[in-house]
């Protein structure tokens, strides 16, 4: 036996991020996948756990972002960007890749706290928007979850319209303050929002069928688009950045991220 070996990460291992304000919702996304058997997705030791420094010279603020992936048989990739940083962020970028061989829409969850406030977006996102086959038979069932929670929630605002071909009309989106009443309200409305969402996303996979090699080419070509658009509008691309520099950030985005 050789003492010198460290155990390597692994994409499966739980993200350990101390003070993190969203580690409930991604423990309870991990147990949820459970019984779809994840095996690990491959992730390289530079992503899986990357520490830097943010603030200023004076009071510098210690900053870590980990990544989590797993794999399963409908699902391509799942993955999840956690960002802790203090006083300056704290971020859970959770996104469900379905593999192009079913008809299933993504999961995505941005859940976003900056001194500023929360920003909340959670969704399940076509990759064929004009679709009716595609979109009909989620959208029935999510309009009454997005229903219940949007109107305990303050809408977010406007949100860019080039964005419009790739969430759906169950996008659920809020920006509330920090301090005890967003607080109260991430517990009592963002989280069973989360946990009701993923609920939903997690049947449908149960559920979903093969489809034809010519309804598959279809998919991935919308499934392609998604993805260009997420990795090229990314909003934490100037946050990553100053954390953790121009080279590693854009190696992230693209190669895990948005990595179709
Ligand atoms: N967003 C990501 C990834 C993140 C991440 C991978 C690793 O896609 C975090 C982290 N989102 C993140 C951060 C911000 C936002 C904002 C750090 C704040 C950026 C800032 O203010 O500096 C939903 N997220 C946003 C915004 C929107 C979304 C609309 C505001 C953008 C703005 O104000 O310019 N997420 C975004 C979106 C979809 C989604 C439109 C669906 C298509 O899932």
Redesign the pocket.
């Known amino acids: 036996m050789t003492s010198s070996a460290q155990p390597q990460p692994c994409s499966l291992d739980p993200v350990n991020l101390a003070g993190w304000r969203w580690a409930p919702f991604l423990e309870h996304a991990v147990e949820a996948l459970q019984p779809f058997e994840p095996v690990a997705y491959p992730i390289d030791a530079t992503f899986l756990r990357r520490e830097g420094v943010a603030g200023s010279k004076a009071q510098p603020v210690a900053v870590c972002t980990a990544t989590w992936g797993c794999g399963t048989e409908k699902l391509r990739q799942v993955r999840a960007?956690c960002?802790e940083a203090g006083s300056a962020?704290s971020?859970l970028?959770f996104v469900a890749n379905p593999c192009s061989g079913f008809d299933l829409p993504f999961f995505?969850a941005?859940l976003?706290t900056?001194p500023s406030g929360h920003?909340i977006?959670l969704?399940l996102?076509p990759a064929l928007k004009t679709d009716q086959r595609h979109t009909a038979p989620v959208w029935e069932r999510l309009l009454p979850i997005w229903e219940q929670w949007q109107k305990v929630l303050p809408s977010g605002g406007p949100?860019?319209a080039e964005?419009e071909p790739?969430?759906s009309p169950g996008f659920l989106w809020t920006r509330l303050p920090l301090g005890t009443d967003g607080d109260a309200l991430i517990e009592n409305a963002v989280f069973p929002a989360f946990v009701a969402y993923l609920d939903l996303y997690l049947q449908l996979v149960a559920e979903a069928q093969p489809v034809s090699d010519e309804r598959r080419q279809e998919l991935l070509a919308g499934q392609r688009s998604y993805v260009a658009y997420?990795a090229e509008k990314?909003?934490?691309r100037?946050?990553?950045g100053r954390f953790h520099g121009k080279e590693w950030t854009e190696a992230y985005i693209h190669g895990v991220?948005f990595d179709l």
């Open positions: 960007a960002v962020a971020v970028n995505g941005d976003v900056l920003l977006a969704d996102q949100i860019p964005a790739y969430f997420r990314d909003p934490a100037g946050m990553l991220l």
